[in-house]
């Protein structure tokens, strides 16, 4: 089955931009996704990216997609504290269930 | 436009006994899928459920766990005889009928077993 991988913890200064990575084993996954998720909340969509694309911006957000090498990317531009959350990859196909990552931990220091 | 919606918020429950989850879509959402988050883990998908059917169960334990998706009214967990190990987060998400993939989460429940 789908296997997603991420890195556990980032640190950035805060107006820095961060770099969340994520691998995935499926090549056949159609749609990857980026989500959000705050101490004691459920889970933000933030954005998500068909297979057949290479890169999706959205405001401070851009989300690169290499799928020789099943190698997704979330960039976040000019990093704010309000952005310290866990970040989940996660991969679906046909079967439209997610399979996520472990998150990455990102802490914006002051 | 209220978002997906989750109750409770929080349920303890002693070893042994029944949990219930329940799972309210976003308006005009008819797909529901139950993931279940350990401490400091990701979420595993459970299953997947439409109005009336069950889509895909393939990650739903094979005793003690069950699902269903009534016509009316929503979206039931239920786990009985409850032990320790089932001690998490509970999520659930929707999605609406054209067959997006954007799936939207709400709150969950945080089942805590004593």
């Known amino acids: 089955g789908e296997d997603v991988e991420q890195s556990l913890f980032l640190s950035v200064r805060e107006g820095d931009s961060s770099v969340i990575n994520c691998t995935y084993t499926d090549s056949s996954s159609t749609y990857l996704y980026w989500y959000k998720q705050e101490p004691g909340a459920g889970l933000q969509l933030l954005t998500y990216i068909f297979s057949n694309m290479d890169m999706k911006q959205d405001q401070r957000l851009t989300v690169l997609l290499n799928k020789k090498d099943k190698h997704l990317s979330l960039r976040i531009a000019d990093t704010q504290t309000g952005d310290s959350a866990i970040y989940f990859c996660a991969a679906s196909g046909s079967a439209r269930q997610l399979t996520f990552g472990s998150g990455t931990q990102l802490t914006v220091l002051p | ?114």
């Open chain 2, 1 to 114: 436009n209220a978002g997906v919606m989750q109750n409770p918020r929080h349920l303890v429950r002693r070893r042994g006994q029944e949990a219930r989850l329940r799972c309210s879509p976003m308006k005009g959402h008819s797909h529901v899928y139950w993931y279940r988050q350990l401490p400091e883990e990701g979420l595993k998908f459970m299953v997947y459920l439409q109005k009336e059917n069950i889509i895909d169960e393939s990650g739903m334990p094979k005793e003690r766990f069950s699902a269903e998706f009534p016509k009316e009214g929503p979206s039931i967990l239920r786990i009985q005889q409850v032990v320790r190990g089932d001690s998490a987060a509970y999520f659930c998400a929707s999605s609406d009928q054209t067959g997006s993939y954007e799936q939207y989460f709400g709150p969950g429940t945080r089942l805590t077993v004593t």
